[in-house]
C-alpha cells in the first residue's frame, strides 16, 4: 500500500486544518485506516483510527473531541478533520494503514505517509 498524505500547513489556534491521505496498490476497504504524529524531539504517537469499512473510530485522549477521522472508500482516501488546533498540535502527521486496527493503535503498521507538516501558533 502507498499511502500520500496531504494538507498540512501553518494555522492558528483555534483554527481547523483537514488532512487527507490518498492509498493506492491495494483494496482499500480492507485496512484499518489511522493518524499518528510526531513533535519535534518526541516519539511518535497515535492520533486516531477508522476501522476498514468505516463508522467505529477511536482516538488519543488528547484529541478526542477535536479531530474526527473518516474514510471514503470510493476515493481510497482517509481524512483527518481538526479542529480547535492547539500550538501542542504541532506535529508532522503521518497516516497509518494495517489490516490490524490494533497495529495503528500500538504505532506499528504495516505501511506509512511520507508525513505532512502541521505548525499551530499561539
Known amino acids: 500500500v502507498q499511502l500520500q498524505a496531504s494538507g498540512g500547513g501553518l494555522v492558528q489556534a483555534g483554527d481547523s486544518l483537514r488532512l487527507s491521505c490518498a492509498a493506492s496498490?491495494?483494496?482499500?476497504?480492507?485496512?484499518?485506516m489511522g493518524w499518528s504524529r510526531q513533535a519535534p524531539g518526541k516519539e511518535r504517537e497515535f492520533v486516531g483510527v477508522?476501522?476498514?469499512?468505516?463508522?467505529?473510530?477511536y482516538y488519543a485522549d488528547s484529541v478526542k473531541g477535536r479531530f474526527t477521522i473518516s474514510r471514503d472508500n470510493a476515493k481510497n482516501t482517509v481524512y483527518l478533520q481538526m479542529d480547535s488546533l492547539k500550538p501542542e498540535d504541532t506535529a508532522v502527521y503521518y497516516c497509518?494503514?494495517?489490516?490490524?486496527?490494533?497495529?495503528?493503535?500500538?504505532?506499528?503498521?504495516?505501511?506509512w505517509g511520507q508525513g505532512t507538516l502541521v505548525t499551530v501558533s499561539s
Open positions: 496498490g491495494r483494496t482499500f476497504s480492507e485496512y484499518a
Open positions: 497509518a494503514a494495517d489490516q490490524v486496527l490494533h497495529n495503528i493503535v500500538e504505532v506499528s503498521p504495516a505501511y
Open positions: 477508522i476501522k476498514r469499512r468505516g463508522g467505529s473510530t
